[in-house]
């Protein structure tokens, strides 16, 4: 490593102000800090003193996401070798049938190997794509600007290939993380300056521009000619009744075994996520707490008046908990601190905000059963006015007291 430390030493001069890679310094400063912490630091007071840096900060998110990687690349193996068993295909083709052969791998519900490396071989392409597409985007406007490239898109892009189906066409992946940097972030300024979530953004924008390869039946798992709704959309059709006449429990959706978005399927793992993200203190457990009680509220308010059509308004809290993307936008998206409120109180109004969104969402508006991402968007877009009406409260109620 000392050798890698002189040869980054030696060459920096080319990379700073003046010097012939002058163009290219966000490349060498991203790559520096990356391998080792900034030797910047400040010297004179006032400053804020702390152990960890935003590079840190976005690593340990990272590494907070991986239970949900995981676990999400494991079930989607799991969908898919359970349904080709039913259908009575034996092995996958392509080359995934080779990559698995060449593994020792084979297509059997039963072992945990062939599913995790089916559900790899699903999810890495995707992230790859993610991570290189949205890495250039965020290379050229660092260049341009002539700023650092920031480290907020290790987070970005994984919780973006994380909320996508297995089956999507990969250039769609893309279209998607482009626009999520660059209209989601990079035009406001970058990273600090985004009022929306960017990994959301991207989704969305999917989500609308490319409906049939991110919505329906034919997306959740990874077989072709295969078809399956995801227990949310099965409750929005017929109740809970539905969903567990299709052989779905509450315990399924908790540990993730369902079909759904790769990422997003596991309650479990999204509250190890949450775990380290509270003991780190990196995410609020105000706004956390704000969703779930903002969901649970509402959803009793649906209970309460019950409908004789919409099977939605009987559908217990505890199932909204574990069904579609709630968990792991509670975690990972609702508490972006970029994108939230900053406020202690707005942080309350803003987590309630985002569940009564989700659950209205799904209840009243059947086209759009997940509701989540769109909860969080709309919450994105009314926390600086919130913040704005706390901020001139405290105003005015020292000014009252002072009068």
Same mark, same amino acid.
């Given at each position: ?118 559900? !790899? ?34 987070? /970005? ?60 039946? !034919? ?45 997003? /399927? ?32 509402? /959803? ?34 609702? /508490? ?68």
């Amino acid at each position: 490593m000392k050798g890698l430390r002189k040869f980054l030493d030696r060459n920096e001069r080319h990379f700073l102000r003046g010097g012939k890679l002058e163009k290219f310094g966000a490349l060498y400063e991203m790559v520096d800090t990356f391998l080792y912490s900034p030797s910047a630091v400040t010297r004179t007071a006032p400053h804020v003193r702390d152990a960890i840096d935003l590079k840190r900060v976005m690593i340990a998110v990272w590494i907070a996401v991986m239970p949900c990687a995981f676990i999400g690349m494991f079930n989607v193996g799991f969908q898919a070798n359970s349904a080709m068993a039913t259908m009575g295909i034996e092995q996958i083709e392509g080359f995934r049938g080779s990559l698995l052969a060449l593994f020792g791998a084979g297509n059997n519900p039963d072992s945990w190997w062939d599913n995790l490396l089916l559900g !790899a071989s699903y999810w890495l392409p995707i992230y790859l794509v993610t991570f290189i597409v949205g890495g250039i985007w965020e290379v050229i406007f660092a260049i341009v600007r002539g700023h650092e490239v920031n480290e907020g898109f290790f987070v /970005t892009s994984i919780l973006f290939s994380l909320t996508l189906p297995p089956t999507i066409p990969l250039w769609q992946v893309a279209l998607g993380i482009s626009f999520g940097v660059v209209i989601g972030k990079e035009v406001f300024g970058g990273t600090g300056k985004n009022f929306l979530n960017p990994a959301l953004t991207g989704r969305a924008f999917l989500f609308f521009a490319y409906p049939a390869e991110i919505s329906g039946n !034919a997306v959740w798992t990874a077989v072709d000619g295969y078809t399956g709704a995801t227990p949310l959309t099965l409750a929005a059709e017929g109740g809970i009744d539905a969903v567990q006449a299709a052989g779905f429990e509450w315990s399924q959706a908790f540990f993730g075994f369902i079909p759904g978005s790769i990422g997003e /399927t596991s309650a479990l793992a999204c509250l190890f996520g949450a775990a380290m993200l509270l003991y780190t203190k990196i995410a609020s457990w105000r706004i956390m707490a704000g969703v779930l009680v903002g969901m649970v509220g509402m /959803t009793w308010l649906f209970n309460l008046i019950g409908s004789d059509t919409n099977p939605l308004f009987a559908m217990p809290w505890y199932w909204h908990l574990v069904l579609g993307g709630y968990m792991f936008a509670l975690v990972y998206m609702a /508490t972006d601190p970029v994108s939230a409120a900053m406020t202690n109180t707005g942080k309350w109004i803003y987590g309630a905000l985002i569940g009564l969104m989700v659950v209205m969402i799904r209840v009243i508006n059947p086209a759009f059963p997940e509701g989540m991402m769109l909860a969080v968007l709309f919450g994105n877009l009314f926390a600086p006015v919130i913040d704005w009406f706390v901020v001139q409260s405290n105003i005015r109620r020292r000014a009252q007291r002072n009068v």
